[in-house]
Protein backbone atom coordinates (compact mmCIF):
# COMPACT_ATOMS: atom_id res chain seq x y z
CA UNK A 1 0.00 0.00 0.00
CA UNK A 2 2.67 2.31 0.75
CA UNK A 3 4.19 1.78 -3.04
CA UNK A 4 0.46 2.71 -4.17
CA UNK A 5 0.63 5.91 -2.12
CA UNK A 6 3.88 6.74 -3.46
CA UNK A 7 2.85 5.92 -6.99
CA UNK A 8 0.25 8.01 -6.58
CA UNK A 9 1.65 10.83 -4.85
CA UNK A 10 4.54 10.82 -7.36
CA UNK A 11 2.39 10.47 -10.40
CA UNK A 12 0.33 12.99 -9.10
CA UNK A 13 3.03 15.63 -8.41
CA UNK A 14 4.27 15.51 -11.87
CA UNK A 15 1.80 16.36 -13.84
CA UNK A 16 0.04 19.41 -11.45
CA UNK A 17 3.20 21.67 -13.30
CA UNK A 18 0.83 23.71 -16.08
CA UNK A 19 1.95 22.69 -19.71
CA UNK A 20 0.98 22.77 -23.20
CA UNK A 21 -1.11 19.69 -22.89
CA UNK A 22 -2.78 20.67 -20.06
CA UNK A 23 -3.61 24.05 -21.04
CA UNK A 24 -5.19 22.49 -24.26
CA UNK A 25 -7.44 20.01 -21.77
CA UNK A 26 -8.50 23.00 -20.00
CA UNK A 27 -8.87 25.23 -23.19
CA UNK A 28 -11.00 21.86 -24.56
CA UNK A 29 -13.18 21.80 -21.57
CA UNK A 30 -13.73 25.48 -21.48
CA UNK A 31 -15.51 25.09 -24.91
CA UNK A 32 -17.00 21.80 -23.70
CA UNK A 33 -15.07 20.37 -26.64
CA UNK A 34 -14.72 16.64 -26.82
CA UNK A 35 -13.84 16.55 -23.73
CA UNK A 36 -14.37 13.11 -22.41
CA UNK A 37 -12.35 11.75 -25.92
CA UNK A 38 -9.53 14.85 -24.85
CA UNK A 39 -9.11 13.45 -21.26
CA UNK A 40 -9.40 9.44 -22.11
CA UNK A 41 -6.72 10.29 -24.70
CA UNK A 42 -4.71 12.24 -21.91
CA UNK A 43 -4.89 9.91 -18.85
CA UNK A 44 -4.40 6.34 -21.26
CA UNK A 45 -1.46 7.89 -22.79
CA UNK A 46 -0.07 8.89 -19.23
CA UNK A 47 -0.77 5.12 -18.28
CA UNK A 48 0.93 3.56 -21.43
CA UNK A 49 4.30 5.24 -20.66
CA UNK A 50 3.88 5.07 -16.84
CA UNK A 51 3.59 1.28 -17.56
CA UNK A 52 6.66 1.33 -20.21
CA UNK A 53 8.67 3.32 -17.56
CA UNK A 54 8.37 0.98 -14.69
CA UNK A 55 8.63 -2.28 -16.42
CA UNK A 56 10.86 -1.91 -18.89
CA UNK A 57 12.92 1.33 -17.75
CA UNK A 58 16.41 -0.72 -17.92
CA UNK A 59 16.20 -0.77 -21.43
CA UNK A 60 17.09 2.85 -21.43
CA UNK A 61 19.00 4.78 -19.44
CA UNK A 62 17.90 8.54 -20.93
CA UNK A 63 16.29 10.05 -23.76
CA UNK A 64 18.90 9.69 -26.94
CA UNK A 65 20.24 13.00 -27.50
CA UNK A 66 18.53 12.57 -31.80
CA UNK A 67 15.75 11.30 -30.53
CA UNK A 68 14.76 14.48 -28.10
CA UNK A 69 16.30 17.18 -31.07
CA UNK A 70 14.15 15.61 -33.43
CA UNK A 71 11.38 15.63 -30.54
CA UNK A 72 11.79 19.40 -29.79
CA UNK A 73 11.97 20.32 -33.73
CA UNK A 74 8.76 18.74 -34.36
CA UNK A 75 7.28 19.89 -31.04
CA UNK A 76 8.39 23.48 -32.24
CA UNK A 77 6.65 23.57 -35.48
CA UNK A 78 3.39 21.65 -33.91
CA UNK A 79 3.28 24.82 -31.38
CA UNK A 80 3.98 27.42 -34.52
CA UNK A 81 1.07 26.18 -36.04
CA UNK A 82 -1.14 25.85 -33.18
CA UNK A 83 -0.21 29.32 -32.08
CA UNK A 84 -1.04 30.54 -35.68
CA UNK A 85 -4.25 29.01 -35.35
CA UNK A 86 -5.33 30.63 -31.99
CA UNK A 87 -4.66 34.34 -33.41
CA UNK A 88 -6.75 33.84 -35.89
CA UNK A 89 -9.87 32.22 -33.17
CA UNK A 90 -8.90 34.93 -31.21
CA UNK A 91 -10.19 37.55 -33.89
CA UNK A 92 -13.72 35.43 -33.88
CA UNK A 93 -16.31 35.66 -31.48
CA UNK A 94 -16.31 32.84 -28.98
CA UNK A 95 -18.70 30.31 -29.69
CA UNK A 96 -19.91 27.06 -27.23
CA UNK A 97 -20.53 24.04 -29.09
CA UNK A 98 -20.63 25.10 -32.81
CA UNK A 99 -21.49 23.07 -35.87
CA UNK A 100 -17.93 23.83 -36.73
CA UNK A 101 -16.59 22.32 -33.45
CA UNK A 102 -18.78 18.57 -33.97
CA UNK A 103 -17.06 18.19 -37.00
CA UNK A 104 -13.22 18.38 -35.85
CA UNK A 105 -13.33 15.34 -34.26
CA UNK A 106 -10.47 13.83 -35.99
CA UNK A 107 -8.35 17.55 -35.55
CA UNK A 108 -9.21 16.80 -31.83
CA UNK A 109 -7.74 13.79 -31.87
CA UNK A 110 -4.54 14.66 -33.58
CA UNK A 111 -4.17 18.05 -31.58
CA UNK A 112 -4.38 15.89 -28.12
CA UNK A 113 -1.63 13.42 -29.58
CA UNK A 114 0.37 16.01 -30.41
CA UNK A 115 0.51 17.77 -27.23
CA UNK A 116 1.30 14.51 -25.82
CA UNK A 117 3.30 12.59 -27.67
CA UNK A 118 5.68 15.57 -29.42
CA UNK A 119 6.44 16.77 -25.62
CA UNK A 120 9.93 15.01 -24.46
CA UNK A 121 9.14 16.56 -20.82
CA UNK A 122 5.88 14.07 -21.13
CA UNK A 123 8.76 11.16 -21.36
CA UNK A 124 11.42 12.73 -18.98
CA UNK A 125 8.17 12.49 -16.61
CA UNK A 126 6.71 9.43 -17.23
CA UNK A 127 9.00 6.92 -18.47
CA UNK A 128 12.65 8.34 -16.84
CA UNK A 129 11.37 9.38 -13.58
CA UNK A 130 8.89 6.94 -12.54
CA UNK A 131 11.20 4.14 -14.07
CA UNK A 132 13.92 5.33 -12.10
CA UNK A 133 11.99 6.08 -8.75
CA UNK A 134 10.56 2.43 -9.06
CA UNK A 135 13.41 0.25 -10.96
CA UNK A 136 14.22 -1.46 -7.92
CA UNK A 137 10.59 -2.76 -6.69
CA UNK A 138 10.14 -5.97 -6.28
CA UNK A 139 7.47 -6.79 -8.91
CA UNK A 140 3.94 -6.64 -6.37
CA UNK A 141 5.63 -3.20 -5.72
CA UNK A 142 6.01 -1.99 -9.13
CA UNK A 143 2.79 -3.23 -9.60
CA UNK A 144 1.23 -0.77 -6.74
CA UNK A 145 3.46 2.26 -7.84
CA UNK A 146 2.24 1.77 -11.27
CA UNK A 147 -1.58 1.55 -10.13
CA UNK A 148 -0.87 4.17 -7.88
CA UNK A 149 0.64 6.58 -10.56
CA UNK A 150 -2.25 5.68 -12.84
CA UNK A 151 -4.77 6.76 -10.55
CA UNK A 152 -3.50 9.97 -10.58
CA UNK A 153 -3.34 10.45 -14.34
CA UNK A 154 -6.76 9.47 -14.45
CA UNK A 155 -7.94 11.87 -11.49
CA UNK A 156 -5.85 14.58 -12.84
CA UNK A 157 -6.92 14.98 -16.12
CA UNK A 158 -10.54 14.19 -16.18
CA UNK A 159 -10.59 16.72 -13.00
CA UNK A 160 -9.10 19.23 -15.29
CA UNK A 161 -11.12 18.83 -18.07
CA UNK A 162 -14.76 18.38 -16.30
CA UNK A 163 -13.84 21.29 -13.84
CA UNK A 164 -12.83 23.55 -16.65
CA UNK A 165 -16.24 22.89 -18.55
CA UNK A 166 -18.25 23.69 -15.31
CA UNK A 167 -16.81 27.61 -16.23
CA UNK A 168 -17.98 27.31 -20.22
CA UNK A 169 -20.56 29.35 -18.88
CA UNK A 170 -19.22 32.10 -17.30
CA UNK A 171 -16.56 32.88 -20.13
CA UNK A 172 -19.56 33.24 -22.94
CA UNK A 173 -19.28 37.06 -20.98
CA UNK A 174 -17.51 40.13 -21.85
CA UNK A 175 -13.95 39.28 -23.66
CA UNK A 176 -13.29 36.47 -20.83
CA UNK A 177 -12.47 34.46 -23.97
CA UNK A 178 -9.96 36.84 -25.62
CA UNK A 179 -7.95 37.42 -22.61
CA UNK A 180 -8.23 33.41 -22.51
CA UNK A 181 -7.08 33.23 -25.87
CA UNK A 182 -4.11 36.16 -25.24
CA UNK A 183 -2.69 33.80 -22.36
CA UNK A 184 -2.84 30.84 -24.48
CA UNK A 185 -0.68 32.75 -27.43
CA UNK A 186 1.98 34.16 -25.19
CA UNK A 187 2.29 31.04 -23.13
CA UNK A 188 2.84 28.68 -26.12
CA UNK A 189 5.15 31.00 -27.94
CA UNK A 190 6.99 31.35 -24.38
CA UNK A 191 7.28 27.15 -24.65
CA UNK A 192 8.27 27.64 -28.26
CA UNK A 193 11.17 30.62 -27.50
CA UNK A 194 12.29 28.21 -24.05
CA UNK A 195 12.30 25.13 -26.36
CA UNK A 196 14.71 26.43 -29.02
CA UNK A 197 17.06 28.08 -26.85
CA UNK A 198 17.68 24.50 -24.78
CA UNK A 199 17.98 22.76 -28.42
CA UNK A 200 20.74 25.34 -28.99
CA UNK A 201 22.24 24.76 -25.96
CA UNK A 202 22.60 21.29 -26.27
CA UNK A 203 23.99 21.11 -29.90
CA UNK A 204 26.52 23.68 -29.41
Known amino acids: MDNFILGLLTGGSLILAIGPQNLFVIEQG????????????????????????????NIFEDIPLKIEIILNILLILFLIRYIKSKIVESKLKFKLNTNQQKKNYKKIIFKTLGFTYLNPHVYSDTVFILGNLSKNFTLNNKILFA????????????????LSSVFANFIKKGNVWKYINQFIIIFMSAIVVFIIYDTFLRLF
Open 30 to 57: LKKNFVFTVTTICAASDILLILLGIFIY
Open 147 to 162: IGASLASIIFFYSLGY
